[in-house]
């Protein structure tokens, strides 16, 4: 079982429509959770980090972490073409002094103009 | 304030060959990490470094080593270049090795090898 698994898509959504991007892990214990946008060619861009169950919003962007079920989600509310890129979701471990970040293989979402 | 840098952007080796990428951590930030991420692949995490030693590891082979240096910036060097090698090679770094801030990538450097 990989440990951090999203939906490789791709993923469509007109302009101006609701994107949800969703992730699942499996290491029970992980506290932190990020999401990166990646255009084609270039690093990952952080949009997103959350630490407690619920929802944490920024600007178009919310963040949703269901840590019973282990489950964390990106919504992107009146997406636009430039939303289009893959969207990374990443996972800090809990155990070992490194606590690196564990990347799913993301989502690629396109929005049509 | 100054982000992560990488160089070179791009480089291309033969098999076989030895190659060594560069990176200079944001400012304010001691721990830096390397990441290997394959075409259509999330970043795979290959070593952290903090206070000038390894700390943690991921499952990558021992021809695959770093440094890092008392300015905070690191190396990462590769023996033996194989060609599933080729990769966009990302470093991070972080506020702290322990807490939970985010790290911040630097451009990468896309590594081809013939």
């Known amino acids: 079982q990989k440990e951090v698994e999203q939906n490789s898509g791709p993923l469509s959504v007109p302009e101006g429509a609701i994107a949800s991007l969703n992730c699942t892990y499996s290491?029970?214990?992980?506290?932190?959770f990020f999401w990166y946008r990646q255009y084609s060619g270039k690093s990952p861009e952080l949009i997103m980090f959350?630490?407690?169950?619920g929802d944490k919003e920024d600007g178009r962007f919310t963040a949703q972490l269901n840590k019973a079920s282990q489950y964390v989600s990106l919504l992107i509310r009146d997406s636009q073409p430039s939303d289009s890129a893959t969207y990374l979701c990443a996972v800090k471990g809990s155990s070992g002094s490194a606590r690196q970040l564990t990347f799913g293989s993301g989502t690629q979402l396109t929005v049509l103009p | 304030e100054t982000g992560v840098t990488q160089s070179p952007t791009h480089l291309i080796k033969t098999r076989g060959q030895q190659v060594t990428l560069r990176c200079s951590s944001q400012?304010?930030?001691?721990?830096v990490s390397w990441y290997q991420q394959a075409l259509g692949q999330g970043p795979q995490f290959i070593f952290q470094y903090y206070r000038e030693e390894e700390n943690g590891r991921g499952n990558f082979p021992p021809r695959f080593s770093g440094l890092q240096f008392p300015n905070y910036s690191s190396e990462l060097n590769v023996n033996a270049l194989e060609l599933d090698d080729s990769a966009l090679y990302l470093c991070?770094?972080?506020?702290?090795?322990?807490?939970?801030?985010?790290?911040?990538f630097g451009n990468g450097t896309r590594l081809t090898v013939t």
């Open positions: 290491d029970r214990g992980s506290q932190s």
């Open positions: 959350i630490y407690s169950n």
């Open positions: 400012s304010g930030h001691n721990t």
């Open positions: 991070a770094s972080s506020r702290s090795r322990r807490d939970n801030s985010p790290l911040h």
